[in-house]
């Protein structure tokens, strides 16, 4: 079906039993299927921190919603636990590896804080960083939390992208904390 752009589903009973396309050549097509796939994107707009492009909206899945598709599973949206927080511009992932390298989490006081929520602190899985954060943010009322990536020897050379990043902001890694926090992905 290349070249053909999706108008909408095809239902009978309530049940999605194909799809309506358009093409150029042979115009408005009648696509009867047993199964429907639907491939359509993201939905990270949905969310209030993303790193998705503003296309990401989600609707495709409000399409299948609307022809009666069962939807399952729409609480494993992936987030990454560290991207960069300037008010105003948009998300901009900071690597994992960098917690890797040693960088701390710390909150607007400078304390650690993800050791009170996983025995290997930044190291832990990311649901688990992300959801520490959330909740420490909330616990604060902050808008951020802070990567402190001052003590890593030759940070500008291991991340020169994120060194590079966090200096557009006028950052300095090696004197400044990042500000970060959870973002859809």
Known sequence: FEDCFFLDFLTVDGACVGATTWHEKYGHQLVWAKRTILASGGCGQVWRETTNPSVATGDGVAAAFRAGA???????????????????????????AVRGEGAWLVDRGGRRFMLDHHPDGELAPRDIVSRAIHTHL????????????????????????????????????????????PSAH
């Open 138 to 181: 909330q616990k604060t009322r902050s808008n951020c939390v802070y990567l402190d990536v001052r003590k890593l020897p030759n940070f500008g050379t291991r991340f020169p992208s994120i060194a590079k990043l966090c200096a557009d902001f006028q950052l300095d890694v090696t004197r400044d904390l990042i500000p970060v926090r």
């Open 70 to 96: 069962r939807l399952a599973d729409m609480e494993f949206m992936q987030f990454h636990p560290t991207t960069l927080y300037v008010a105003g511009a948009a998300r901009a992932l900071i690597s994992e």
